[in-house]
C-alpha cells in the first residue's frame, strides 16, 4: 500500500518527441516579442519603487554593486530556465521541469509556487500602480476615498477596472497583447532615457562624497541591498512562460532571457548612477524617487512626464504578469491535477480565456485582502523556491538514466516513482542540499567574527562543494543533443540554489509562516482533487 502510495505521488511526465511542439495555443512570438515580454515584466516596480528605497535606506550610491550582484544571482537563475526551455519548450514552465525530474507531488506544489509568484506579483503591481492613481488624484477621486495603502478599504473602483481592462487585452489574444505590450515598454523606455539625460545634466558628483560618501551605510549593506532589489529581476520567468506560443522556443527563449536580464541590469546600473548623482541621500522620496529627484533640481514638467511614463511601466509590468497567470493555469489543468474547464483554448483567439479570466479574478481578490509588503514577500519566496526547484531539476535530468522526451513509440506514459538517479548520485544531491541549508542559516543567523563560526563555516561550504565536485568528476553525464546546454553543470546550478537559499532565509519568520501557509493549502488540493484526477492515472 505504501509503495503503490509513493509510486501515485513521484510518477513522472514524459513527453513524445513528436507532440512537443504541438499546442492549441498561437506560435507567433519571435525573439525580439519574447524580449520585450521580459523587459515589460522587468522594467516596472522594481525600477519605480524599490531602486529609490535600496539606494535611500539600505546601499546609498552602493546600490550599484547591489544591481550587479542581484543581476548575476537572477543570470544563474534564467540560464537554468534557458536550458530547461530550450528542452522542454511547453507552458508551466518550472512546474513541468519539476513534473519530468522529480515527481507529481512536488510538481504540482512548484506550480502553485509559480501562480503565488505570478498572481501575488500582479496584485502588487495593481497596489502600486493604484497608489499612483491616488497620488494623482490626491486621495480623492470624483469623490470617492480610495486610500488603497491603509487598512481601511472604503470603495476600490479601480481594481476591477483594471483586471478587466488587461484581461480583455489578453482575451483578444497573444499578437494583440504583444503590439500593447510593446507599445507600453516603447514608452517606458523614452521615459528612461529622458531621466537619465535630465538627471545627469543637474549631477553633482559632491553627492556621492558628501552624506557618507559611496558606502554611507558600510560595505556589509551593499548585500542587504542586493537581497531587495533583487525584486527587480523576478518577473524574467515569463518568457518561459510564453514558451509555447514561441515561434522557434528552443532558440528564442535563451536570447530573449540573456538580453533582457542583460538589458535590465545595464539601464537598473545606469538609472542608479543617475539618481544617486542628481539628488542628496537624504532628500531622496523613496515612494517616487525619480520624478521627486528631477522636482527636487527644480525640472517640475520633467517630473510630470516621468510620473505619466510611470504609470505606462507598470501597466506593462501588470499585463506582462497577467499574461503568466493563465498559462501556469492551463498547463496544470492540462495534466488533471486541477479543474479541466481551465484548459480550454478559444479556437478564435487561441487563448485559454477560462484560466485568463479566473487568473485575474484571484488577482484582483489577493489585492484586496494583502497589503504590499505581504504581496511582495510571498511572490519573492514564490518565485525563489521556484528557482531552486528548476536549478535543481536542471541537474537531476543531467544524470538520470532516461530521457524524458522520447519517441511516442517507445516512451512510457509515466515512468516509476524513483528518479532515475544512482545512490551515489543521490547521496550526493542530498548531501549537498542539506549542508546548503545549513550554511545559509548560519550566515543568517549566527554571522559574527568568532573563530567558532569561521570553522563551521568552513565546515559547511566544504560539505556543499565536495558532493558536487564528485558528481561532477565521477558522475557521467547523459549527451542529450539539440538544445542548449549551459557549461559548468552541476556547480552553476548548486551556486543558484544557494544564492536563492540564503535570500529566501533573508525573510521575516511571519512571512515564512504565511507562505507555508499557503503551500500547505496546495497540498491539501493536491491530495483531494490532483492525485485523483491526474492524466497519468
Request: glycine share 6%.
Amino acid at each position: 500500500m505504501l509503495r503503490r502510495f509513493l509510486r501515485k505521488i513521484s510518477r513522472k511526465k514524459t513527453l513524445a518527441d513528436e507532440e512537443l511542439l504541438k499546442t492549441d495555443l498561437s506560435r507567433c512570438l519571435n525573439t525580439f516579442d519574447l524580449t520585450f515580454v521580459g523587459l515589460g515584466s522587468l522594467l516596472g516596480t522594481g525600477m519605480y519603487v524599490i531602486l529609490g528605497l535600496v539606494v535611500a535606506d539600505y546601499s546609498g550610491p552602493a546600490t550599484v554593486i547591489s544591481i550587479f550582484i542581484a543581476g548575476f544571482a537572477a543570470g544563474l537563475s534564467a540560464m537554468c530556465y534557458a536550458e530547461m526551455g530550450s528542452r522542454l519548450p511547453r507552458a508551466g514552465s518550472s512546474y513541468l521541469y519539476t513534473y519530468v525530474s522529480m515527481g507529481e507531488i512536488l510538481a504540482f506544489v512548484i506550480g502553485c509556487c509559480a501562480m503565488m509568484s505570478a498572481v501575488f506579483g500582479a496584485a502588487s503591481i495593481m497596489r502600486g500602480l493604484l497608489a499612483e492613481v491616488d497620488m494623482l488624484a490626491k486621495n480623492d477621486f470624483e469623490g470617492i476615498d480610495i486610500l488603497l495603502f491603509s487598512s481601511k478599504h472604503d470603495f476600490d473602483i479601480f481594481s476591477p477596472i483594471v483586471v478587466f481592462a488587461v484581461c480583455c487585452i489578453l482575451a483578444l489574444g497573444v499578437n494583440f497583447f504583444s503590439k500593447a505590450n510593446k507599445l507600453c515598454v516603447s514608452v517606458n523606455l523614452v521615459t528612461i532615457i529622458l531621466f537619465i539625460v535630465l538627471a545627469f545634466w543637474k549631477a553633482d558628483w559632491k553627492n556621492w562624497s558628501e552624506h557618507g560618501g559611496f558606502f554611507p551605510y558600510g560595505f556589509s549593506s551593499v548585500f542587504q541591498g542586493a537581497s531587495q532589489i533583487y525584486y527587480s529581476f523576478v518577473g524574467f520567468q515569463t518568457i518561459v512562460a510564453a514558451s509555447e506560443e514561441a515561434v522557434n522556443p528552443q532558440r528564442s527563449v535563451p536570447l530573449s532571457l540573456f538580453y533582457a536580464i542583460s538589458f535590465t541590469t545595464v539601464v537598473l546600473i545606469i538609472v542608479c548612477i543617475a539618481l544617486s548623482l542628481s539628488i542628496p541621500l537624504n532628500m531622496i522620496v523613496t515612494s517616487a524617487s525619480l520624478p521627486a529627484a528631477l522636482s527636487y533640481n527644480g525640472i517640475r514638467w520633467g517630473a510630470l512626464v516621468i510620473f505619466c511614463g510611470t504609470m505606462f511601466a507598470l501597466i506593462s509590468s501588470f499585463l506582462n504578469t497577467m499574461f503568466a497567470i493563465p498559462r501556469i493555469l492551463y498547463a496544470i489543468s492540462k495534466d488533471g491535477l486541477i479543474f479541466k474547464y481551465l484548459a480550454r483554448v478559444n479556437k478564435t483567439t487561441k487563448t485559454p480565456l477560462a484560466a485568463t479570466l479566473t487568473g485575474g479574478v484571484i488577482a484582483a481578490v489577493v489585492a484586496f485582502f494583502f497589503d504590499v509588503t505581504q504581496l511582495a514577500s510571498i511572490m519573492s519566496m514564490a518565485s525563489l523556491t521556484a528557482y531552486i526547484f528548476v536549478s535543481l531539476s536542471l541537474i537531476v535530468l543531467r544524470y538520470i538514466n532516461y530521457d524524458p522526451v522520447k519517441s511516442i513509440e517507445t516512451s512510457p506514459l509515466i515512468t516509476s516513482y524513483y528518479s532515475g538517479l544512482n545512490t551515489q548520485q543521490f547521496v550526493c544531491l542530498a548531501t549537498f542540499l542539506t549542508f546548503d541549508v545549513l550554511t545559509g542559516l548560519l550566515l543568517t543567523f549566527f554571522a559574527e567574527n568568532g573563530i567558532i563560526f569561521i570553522i563551521l563555516l568552513l565546515m559547511f561550504c566544504l560539505g556543499m562543494i565536495l558532493p558536487i565536485t564528485y558528481l561532477y568528476i565521477c558522475c557521467p553525464q547523459n549527451d542529450y543533443s539539440g538544445y542548449i546546454r549551459i557549461p559548468l553543470v552541476p556547480f552553476l546550478p548548486a551556486l543558484s540554489i544557494f544564492i536563492n537559499t540564503c535570500l529566501i532565509l533573508q525573510f521575516k519568520a511571519l512571512d515564512c509562516i504565511r507562505f507555508l501557509i499557503l503551500i500547505a493549502g496546495s497540498v491539501v488540493i493536491y491530495f483531494l482533487y490532483g492525485i485523483h484526477n491526474s492524466e497519468l492515472n
